[in-house]
Structure formats: structure tokens, C-alpha cells
């Protein structure tokens, strides 16, 4: 990727470095990107890191509000709801995010993996 590095906008994102993650952004880095070495989007792990702006700047350029993150195993609602962001919450209702009742998955890879035996307080 000219220009642009995922890996560093992603770490950007989590550590709320907003002039950082801006710059990736204007380099046309992929917001909805999930790397095979991560397995997780950038909005639900900044979301999860308690980042804010970060969360609104990937919304404000096209991070989609839906996009579940394969690693934590959750939605970025689900993951607004667990760091307690309401702002954030809201914005991805009204940007037409599903509210998790309504979704039917899986869960994260690792539940997928080791099923029934996954501890109960990693479900």
C-alpha cells in the first residue's frame, strides 16, 4: 500500500494518534480492512480501546458500521455496549447498525474452534 500502512493505522486508530490515523486515511488505507494476522477492524478495536475520536473518524470516512470483527467476536455495537461508549453507540444505530438481538452468528473464530469447550468466561 503506497502511502499508507494498514498495520500502523490500526495501531494509530487503537492508541487514538488521530493525526496519524488521519494521514492513513488521506492515503486511502482501507478502514474495513481485517488483516489475516489480526482478524479484527480497526473501528471495533479502537472502540474496545476506549478511543472515540478514533471511532468517529473512521465513521466519518467509510468505516462500515456493521462489519463484524472476526477476532473479538463481536459487532461495533456490541463493542460500544462493552466499553460503555454511548456516543459511539448511538451514531452506529443512526447509521443503520443492527442491534445485536437481532444478529445470528457464530461468535469469534475461537469459540468456532474449540466450541463447547471454550471457558464460560470467554463466551
Same mark, same amino acid.
Given at each position: ?5 494498514? =498495520? !500502523?493505522?490500526?495501531?494509530?486508530? #487503537? ?10 486515511? =488521506?492515503? @486511502? ?13 480497526? /473501528?471495533?478495536? #479502537?472502540? /474496545?480501546? +476506549? @478511543? ?17 470483527? !472476526?477476532?473479538? +467476536? ?7 455496549? @462493552?466499553?460503555? /461508549?454511548?456516543? *459511539? !453507540?448511538?451514531? $452506529? %444505530? ?9 444478529? @445470528? %452468528?457464530?461468535? +469469534?473464530?475461537?469459540?468456532? *474452534?474449540?466450541?463447547? %469447550? /471454550?471457558?464460560?468466561? $470467554? %463466551?
Amino acid at each position: 500500500m503506497s502511502g499508507g500502512d494498514w =498495520k !500502523e493505522l490500526f495501531r494509530a486508530a #487503537c492508541d487514538g494518534d488521530i493525526e496519524l490515523l488521519r494521514y492513513h486515511i =488521506k492515503n @486511502q488505507v482501507d478502514v474495513n480492512y481485517a488483516h489475516p494476522e489480526f482478524l479484527s477492524t480497526p /473501528l471495533v478495536a #479502537c472502540i /474496545l480501546a +476506549g @478511543q472515540e475520536a478514533s471511532a468517529h473518524l473512521l465513521l466519518d470516512h467509510g468505516a462500515n458500521p456493521a462489519l463484524h470483527s !472476526e477476532f473479538d +467476536g463481536l459487532t461495533p455495537v456490541e463493542a460500544a455496549r @462493552q466499553a460503555g /461508549l454511548v456516543r *459511539v !453507540e448511538a451514531r $452506529l %444505530r443512526e447509521m443503520g447498525a443492527p442491534d445485536p438481538a437481532d444478529v @445470528q %452468528r457464530a461468535g +469469534g473464530w475461537l469459540q468456532r *474452534v474449540l466450541g463447547d %469447550r /471454550l471457558p464460560w468466561y $470467554l %463466551r
